[in-house]
């Protein structure tokens, strides 16, 4: 099975044959992320570390549609949406609300008291446990529900 790095590689090469600007764009972009990480850490960039610089990427994408859409440029939106779809074919399966519930209350349930100060510690925790598989801002919406009942 190829690793990250390879699958970006090649998707790109493809979109060099295909004439598919906008996916070579993008993967040039993440191409040159993940370069930058290895010349900073002077170190092959692992699977895990790819997929951080993808999640930035992605939740940079989300902050620009959001900032255009309020903006009233669709145009730009679009756009940025267009390289979100791109990016994302490279993010693991993202797990259900109530996946994602079940592990907050587990987490929730693992702690004898609770505090509204522990409220960092189990976001941290619960994002954690799903292993990158999760929206961050989901998991913190879920706890306020959990720890709000």
Do not use: C, H, W
Request: proline letters at 1%.
């Amino acid at each position: 099975m190829m690793d990250l790095k390879e699958k970006i590689s090649v998707d790109l090469k493809n979109s060099m044959k295909s004439g598919d600007a906008k996916i070579r764009q993008v993967l040039r972009m993440l191409n040159s992320d993940i370069k930058n990480f290895e010349i900073d850490k002077k170190t092959e960039a692992t699977d895990d570390e790819i997929l951080g610089i993808i999640k930035k990427n992605v939740k940079s994408r989300k902050d620009s549609i959001e900032q255009y859409t309020k903006g009233n440029r669709q145009d730009l939106a679009e756009k940025e949406n267009e390289e979100l779809l791109i990016l994302e074919k490279y993010m693991p399966v993202q797990m259900t609300e109530d996946e994602i519930r079940k592990i907050v209350q587990t987490v929730i349930q693992k702690l004898e008291e609770i505090n509204p100060s522990d409220f960092g510690k189990i976001i941290g925790m619960s994002v954690k446990e799903t292993k990158g598989m999760a929206d961050g801002n989901i998991v913190s919406r879920i706890v306020k529900e959990e720890l709000n009942k």
